[in-house]
């Protein structure tokens, strides 16, 4: 029997913010069923936390850097997947499925859903006349900050690309299909619809570990950051309301992607459907006094949700350290029997359950967009962070002493050895995923902490 492919992509949702993780008090009720049923990714980070990258990396399996998609495309001009190049989605179109996508499109610059193999695509312009004539001009407040939504829930553009991925499985079953389903939220500015707006209270809202960062001997650039965005100075009592808007968007995205869920059940297909489920990346809403995910590679933007259920898979709690975007591609090959692709950068899902497997650290890398291009290079471990910063100090945090890495040891000298040890494994890792900036040229710098 062929397998269906249900993908769910969310924008800008951190990991500590999904029920799942045990940190956060987010309500996720579905993503939490499905983390229960399949195995959920303890340590699953964003191989470049930015919109269109990650996406790039979900569709061809390779380090976006490795094919010039170094940031958001429609910022400045890159380079990115080829829609002659074949990837799962176009194989899956060769095997007779039905393909559909619906949401956000970020994944090439050189073609849209059409190019790559979908047939069946979400109308956004439809959907944007609808809501104009019927709620007429609304005026958001607050900017990028968040605020309460005057649009019902059920029209809500998060609901509504749901709802078109039900119809659409519900019009399909009987038939091998895979749809895409990209969520665009959590991404700023969070403007939950009732009741999610008012479903957290600010004052009850913790600070993010990373909150009062001083940025004291971190790169100059993240002050700029700051400044860029005019956030010199704010409180947590500044930060709190975008906070509980955070929260609420991740609940009604949550709603949304339970009607998907309901459409798998009362068609009786969730015994023969793949179901992955993650994020672009995270968010900062304040964490480090930030808004936003540009010039840094704090946990809040890279450590990300990731969860495959499949039938013959497990339900596990995976601490192995993941490429999320990067594991998309091979791990659809894998559950569905497909060729291999020599190319991936990533690894299968079911790799991570081999006690041979060994995966104990994650790289992921960044090259600057909103103010001005900016290149870093980063390694995770369970206890130490090193980022190189190659036209910057470093980076190194020791997550044990410090898990909302607020204070820089890249200077001190008692780090010096697992520093340079770490540079080692970066570097390599680096090169292994054909990164353009891992040349002899510059590759001196990496692991020495200046």
């Known amino acids: ?8 992509v969310v924008d800008q949702m ?14 996720t009720p579905n993503i939490d069923r499905l983390a229960a049923e399949g195995m959920w990714f303890e340590n699953a980070y964003s191989p470049l936390p930015v919109c269109a990258p990650s996406r790039q990396a979900m569709l061809t399996g ?10 958001n495309y429609n910022f400045v001009n890159t380079h990115g997947a080829d829609p002659a190049v074949p990837t799962w989605v176009s194989e899956l179109g060769k095997r007779g499925y039905k393909l559909g996508f619906a949401g956000k499109w970020d994944a090439s610059p050189n073609g849209d859903e059409g190019a790559f193999g979908y047939e069946t695509v979400f109308d956004a312009a439809a959907w944007s006349k609808e809501i104009g004539e019927k709620y007429g001009p609304i005026d958001y407040p607050n900017s990028w900050f968040g605020c309460s939504n005057p649009i019902a829930f059920e029209d809500t553009k998060t609901c509504r690309i749901c709802d078109a991925s039900a119809d659409f499985i519900r019009r399909n079953a009987g038939s091998p299909w895979h749809i895409w389903v990209d969520i665009t939220d959590p991404h700023l500015p969070c403007r939950p619809s009732a009741p999610y707006d008012t479903m957290y209270d600010p004052a009850e809202i913790e600070p993010w570990d990373g909150f009062g960062d001083t940025l004291e001997n971190k790169p100059y650039i993240q002050k700029k950051q700051l400044e860029n965005w005019k956030l010199c100075g704010k409180t947590w009592a500044d930060f709190a309301p975008t906070a509980a808007y955070y929260y609420g968007m991740i609940t009604q995205t949550d709603a949304a992607i339970g009607r998907v869920l309901v459409a798998l059940d009362e068609t009786n297909q969730a015994e023969n459907t793949v179901v992955i489920l993650l994020s672009d990346h995270g968010d900062t809403s304040g964490d480090h006094g930030m808004m936003d995910k540009h010039y840094i590679l704090y946990d809040c933007v890279t450590h990300v949700p990731f969860l495959v259920k499949a039938p013959g898979l497990p339900a596990a709690r995976v601490k192995k350290f993941a490429s999320s975007s990067l594991d998309v591609a091979p791990t659809v090959e894998a559950l569905l029997g497909m060729e291999a692709e020599s190319a991936r950068h990533g690894h299968a899902a079911p790799d991570y359950l081999r006690e041979d ?30 980022i190189w910063n190659l036209t910057d100090r470093d980076e190194f945090y020791d997550l044990t002493l410090d898990p909302g890495e607020k204070v820089n040891r890249a200077s001190d000298p008692a780090y010096r050895d697992v520093m340079a040890q770490l ?8 090169r292994r995923r054909r990164d353009p900036f891992a040349s002899d040229w510059v590759a001196w710098q990496c692991g020495r902490g200046e």
Do not use: H, W
């Not at 650290?361 to 090193?386: D, H, M, P």
């Open 1 to 8: 029997m062929d397998l269906n492919v249900l993908f769910i």
């Open 14 to 27: 951190r990991y500590d913010c999904v029920g799942a993780s045990g940190i956060r008090p987010v309500k």
């Open 62 to 71: 390779v380090q976006p850097d490795s094919i010039g998609a170094l940031f």
């Open 357 to 386: 497997f060994i995966s104990d650290y994650a790289v992921f890398t960044s090259n600057g967009q909103q103010f001005g291009l900016f290149t870093q290079r980063g390694i995770r471990t369970e206890k130490y962070k090193y």
């Open 423 to 430: 540079g080692k494994l970066l570097l390599a890792e680096l």
